[in-house]
């Protein structure tokens, strides 16, 4: 990402461990429904909410995301996060998007169960005034129980539930089953040939 990034762009966060078609599905609905310009992919160093014993290393996250987003022209990858390492909260990344990109709009994707904890994030304030939440809602993600003020100010995705997630898919694959269908081949492969959720 050498350009600055103008028009509508949503950040979309996430550990990608591995990315699945759960991210991809909501990213493309975001960009359909939302108009945006761009989806950055933004995987994170350490996620703040995640206790990942086994989170493989950063540059293989974010390999297998670049293979993830790589037929989507809307879709770009960011190592902003992964560059900066430790913990990695929104409100820096949306600050240090804003100082490198003053000509873009900016969103911020998540799904349902991460709009549940919203409130618990550093700064929640100030990344709405930075950016719009896009939510893209989640089986067992109870909508009812976010605070109806801040439901009021996202925008909430009408589209299916997928009920796929990266724990599941890790689970899978642990177990010697296949995960194809749920995760792109091209990361499939990737996952294989590295050794990784074996
Ligand atoms: P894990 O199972 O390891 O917790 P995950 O599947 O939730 O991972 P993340 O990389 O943590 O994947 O998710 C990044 C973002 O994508 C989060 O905002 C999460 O809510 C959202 N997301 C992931 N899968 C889905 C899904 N199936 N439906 C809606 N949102 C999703």
Do not use: C
Request: hydrophobic share 45%; aromatic share 6%.
């Amino acid at each position: 990402m050498d350009a600055p990034l103008t028009g509508r762009v949503a950040l979309f966060g996430g550990s990608f461990n591995p990315p699945h078609l759960g991210h991809l599905a909501l990213a493309e609905a975001a960009r359909d429904e939302a108009g945006l310009d761009r989806v950055l992919w933004m995987p994170a160093a350490v996620p703040p909410h995640k206790q990942e014993a086994d989170l493989p290393d950063g540059p293989h996250r974010l390999a297998m995301t670049r293979l993830a987003a790589e037929d989507n022209v809307a879709f770009v990858v960011s190592d902003l996060e992964l560059q900066r390492a430790g913990v990695s909260y929104t409100v820096d990344t949306l600050r240090a998007l804003n100082a490198a990109h003053p000509e873009a709009a900016f969103s911020l994707l998540i799904g349902g169960d991460s709009l549940a904890q919203f409130a618990s994030w550093r700064e929640p304030e100030e990344i709405l005034r930075r950016a719009d939440l896009i939510v893209y809602p989640r089986p067992g993600a109870d909508m009812a129980a976010v605070d109806p003020a801040l439901r009021r100010r996202v925008i909430l995705l009408d589209r299916p539930l997928l009920d796929v997630s990266s724990t599941a898919v890790r689970d899978l694959l642990r177990g010697g089953r296949s995960a194809r269908y749920l995760v792109p081949d091209r990361v499939l492969a990737y996952a294989a040939e590295h050794g990784l959720y074996r």
